[in-house]
C-alpha cells in the first residue's frame, strides 16, 4: 500500500478531502481525530479541528495546520467530514458539526455547515444546509451535466442511508429524497470514470460500490477496499485523470503504538492507490505502485 501522510499532532487523519489549490498545490482537508486524548468514552473523535495538509506532486504531503474561523459557535465543537469543491472562482466547504465535545457516539444533534472562500484560506460562513433530519453528516457535492449541483450525505435518523439534495447555486436546495437505501452505511463519494458514473460508500468492510448513467438511479456494483490482510479502506475521496483515477483513504493501524495514546487502534493513516474502470467494475490493486509526480500530470478533475 502507498502510505500518503500521517497528522503530526493528534496521529488521527481521517475522511480526505482533496482540491487543486490556486497555487497550482494540492490541499488536503481531513477530519483531525485526537488519539492522544486521555480521557475515556469517544471523546477523542470529538472536539476535533479540520486540518490541512499541502502538496506539490501528491507523494509528499506537509502538515498546514487546521482550517481556521470555521466553527461559527463559541467553545469547542465538532468538526468532520469535510467536503471541499470548485465552483467559478469560488471554493465550497461543506462539514459536519456536532455542539460540544460528546463523550459517545450516539444521542447527538448533527448538521451540515456551508463555507466559501476564494484562496482555500479564508472562510466565509454560509449557514447551515436544510436537510432531511438533524443527524446528517458526511457531504459530498457533484456538478450536474445539465448544470447546477447534487449533494449527497448520510441520514443517521433514515437508517444511515444516503439522501440527496440539488441545487442550481449551491444556496437554494431542493427537497431531500432517498439515494441509496439498504444497510448502514455512511461517506458516499460520487465521481465520473470510464462510461459510469460511481458512489463509493463505506460501510465499515471496505467500501461499497453503485454505478449510475444518469446520477439518479444506482445499481450496485461490487467492493473496493475490503481486503482484510490490509485493513479496511474507509471514508474515501477520488481524483480522475481521463481514463485513470486515485482513490485516497484511511485505515486503522492494527499494530504499534505511540506515546500518550490510550488505544493504538485509535491511530489512522491516509493512503492512495490507482482506480480503474473496468466494464461495469471498478478495479482497485492496493499494492501496485502509485506513479511519482501522479497529481502532476494532465489535466485533474477533482469530483
Not at 471523546?43 to 499541502?54: K, L, S, Y
Not at 449510475?212 to 481524483?239: K, M
Amino acid at each position: 500500500m502507498t502510505l500518503l501522510y500521517t497528522d503530526p499532532v493528534h496521529l488521527a487523519p481521517t475522511d480526505p478531502s482533496l482540491i487543486a489549490g490556486p497555487d497550482g498545490s494540492w490541499w488536503m482537508f481531513y477530519t483531525q481525530r485526537r488519539a492522544r486524548e486521555p480521557d475515556g468514552g469517544h471523546r477523542w473523535v470529538h472536539g476535533t479541528d479540520i486540518g490541512v495538509a499541502r502538496s506539490s506532486d501528491g507523494l509528499t504531503w506537509e502538515y498546514a495546520g487546521v482550517a481556521e474561523g470555521i466553527d461559527p459557535h463559541p467553545g469547542r465543537n465538532t468538526l468532520w467530514a469535510p467536503e471541499v469543491i470548485r465552483a467559478g472562482d469560488r471554493f465550497h466547504m461543506f462539514t459536519s458539526y456536532i455542539p460540544g465535545v460528546p463523550d459517545q457516539w450516539a444521542g447527538h444533534p448533527r448538521t451540515i455547515l456551508h463555507h466559501t472562500s476564494t484562496d482555500l484560506t479564508h472562510w466565509r460562513y454560509d449557514g447551515v444546509l436544510p436537510l432531511s433530519s438533524d443527524r446528517v453528516i458526511d457531504a459530498c457535492a457533484y456538478e450536474l451535466p445539465e448544470g447546477g449541483w447534487r449533494l449527497w450525505y448520510k441520514d443517521e435518523a433514515a437508517g444511515s442511508t444516503t439522501w440527496s439534495v440539488d441545487s442550481p447555486d449551491l444556496t437554494q436546495w431542493s427537497a431531500p429524497v432517498q439515494a441509496i437505501g439498504g444497510d448502514p452505511h455512511e461517506g458516499p463519494n460520487v465521481f465520473r470514470l470510464g462510461e459510469f458514473y460511481w458512489m463509493i460508500t463505506d460501510d465499515w468492510r471496505g467500501q461499497a460500490v453503485h454505478r449510475s448513467v444518469d446520477l439518479t438511479d444506482w445499481e450496485p456494483a461490487g467492493r473496493i477496499l475490503d481486503e482484510t490482510a490490509l485493513g479496511f479502506g474507509h471514508h474515501a475521496d477520488v481524483v480522475v485523470e481521463r481514463d485513470e483515477g486515485w482513490i485516497f483513504y484511511f485505515t486503522h493501524r492494527r499494530f504499534g503504538f505511540a506515546d500518550g495514546v490510550l488505544d493504538p487502534h485509535r491511530l489512522t493513516d491516509v493512503h492512495v492507490a490507482v482506480l480503474r474502470a473496468e466494464g461495469n467494475r471498478l478495479v482497485c490493486d492496493r499494492n501496485a505502485p502509485v506513479a511519482p509526480n501522479y497529481l502532476a500530470q494532465g489535466e485533474i478533475r477533482c469530483p
